[in-house]
């Protein structure tokens, strides 16, 4: 029984040592650890889609001599601590017009979340239940973009407020003009709800293309509830002939005009 002892007392003696000789590992001090929180909240929030849709809309609708510029911007996670930042023009989500490689770091001195990237340093203190960034003038692109925002469901880049995107998938029937009880349908359409447009060319003779647009609205002003709305479009046509509205939380927003049926869920 003490010959098996031995060798277990030995090799806990040994272990012991070891432990003993390691070098202790570096106290992380307590703004050094709320930082590392916080900046898990920011690798949270910062991915996804965003947009400013809703805000280019109201400024039209309000009149406003100066307009918004449409921003659409896309960002993924690219492992721990890095991001791919693609912005695009309006609906146009085929080839971003830039695109920028990003870190993210823990500054404990300045007490800032940094932000990184080839010509562009943002950093990021938490106020409340937001960040808010700072960058000089014109190291991110527009010289007037000095101040940024960043929450759970918005994006401000200066005076541009952009809202988180959510994808969607829709489908669409049409009956056919030239056969008639036959109709054409088009399924597993992707649109994102902050002004995003999907669109259709049915196989008629004389082709028609009917497209959707999905919004989560948002009104700036008044007394009106905000809706999650779902548009009808006709190419060439700037009024939309039909549209349906639901609860903003909503899973699901559908329609049928007669001539035209679908919905889209998520």
């Given at each position: 029984?003490?010959?098996m002892a031995l060798p277990v007392l030995a090799l806990g003696l040994a272990a012991s040592a070891a432990l003993a000789q390691s070098p202790a590992a570096?106290?992380?001090?307590?703004?050094?650890?709320?930082?590392?929180?916080?900046?898990?909240?920011?690798?949270?929030?910062?991915?996804?889609?965003?947009?400013?849709?809703?805000?280019?809309?109201?400024?039209?609708?309000?009149?406003?001599k100066v307009m918004p510029r449409r921003m659409h911007a896309k960002v993924t996670?690219?492992?721990?601590?890095?991001?791919?930042?693609?912005?695009?023009?309006?609906?146009?989500?085929?080839?971003?017009?830039?695109?920028?490689?990003?870190?993210?770091?823990?500054?404990?001195?300045?007490?800032?979340?940094?932000?990184?990237?080839?010509?562009?340093?943002?950093?990021?203190?938490?106020?409340?239940?937001?960040?808010?960034?700072?960058?000089?003038?014109?190291?991110?692109?527009?010289?007037?973009?000095?101040?940024?925002?960043?929450?759970?469901?918005?994006?401000?880049?200066?005076?541009?407020?952009?809202?988180?995107?959510?994808?969607?998938?829709?489908?669409?029937?049409?009956?056919?003009?030239?056969?008639?009880?036959?109709?054409?349908?088009?399924?597993?359409?992707?649109?994102?709800?902050?002004?995003?447009?999907?669109?259709?060319?049915?196989?008629?003779?004389?082709?028609?293309?009917?497209?959707?647009?999905?919004?989560?609205?948002?009104?700036?002003?008044?007394?009106?509830?905000?809706?999650?709305?779902?548009?009808?479009?006709?190419?060439?046509?700037?009024?939309?002939?039909?549209?349906?509205?639901?609860?903003?939380?909503?899973?699901?927003?559908?329609?049928?005009?007669?001539?035209?049926?679908?919905?889209?869920?998520?």
């Amino acid at each position: 029984m003490m010959r098996m002892a031995l060798p277990v007392l030995a090799l806990g003696l040994a272990a012991s040592a070891a432990l003993a000789q390691s070098p202790a590992a570096a106290p992380v001090s307590p703004d050094q650890a709320i930082l590392e929180r916080d900046l898990r909240l920011f690798e949270s929030w910062f991915p996804g889609a965003w947009d400013n849709a809703e805000q280019v809309f109201f400024a039209e609708e309000q009149g406003r001599k100066v307009m918004p510029r449409r921003m659409h911007a896309k960002v993924t996670a690219e492992g721990a601590r890095a991001f791919t930042i693609r912005a695009f023009a309006g609906n146009d989500f085929a080839k971003p017009v830039e695109e920028r490689t990003a870190t993210a770091s823990v500054d404990a001195s300045a007490g800032r979340i940094r932000l990184s990237a080839p010509g562009c340093e943002i950093t990021w203190q938490r106020q409340a239940n937001q960040f808010v960034g700072e960058a000089k003038a014109g190291s991110c692109g527009s010289a007037a973009v000095t101040r940024f925002v960043l929450s759970a469901e918005d994006l401000w880049a200066g005076d541009s407020r952009m809202m988180r995107a959510r994808e969607w998938s829709c489908w669409m029937a049409i009956p056919r003009e030239d056969r008639p009880g036959t109709w054409f349908s088009a399924f597993n359409l992707r649109i994102l709800d902050q002004g995003g447009e999907v669109w259709v060319k049915t196989d008629e003779a004389t082709p028609r293309e009917i497209g959707y647009r999905l919004r989560q609205v948002k009104w700036p002003a008044g007394t009106n509830q905000d809706a999650l709305t779902l548009y009808v479009l006709k190419k060439g046509e700037a009024r939309a002939p039909g549209y349906a509205w639901a609860s903003p939380d909503a899973t699901r927003v559908g329609l049928n005009l007669r001539w035209v049926q679908g919905s889209c869920s998520r």
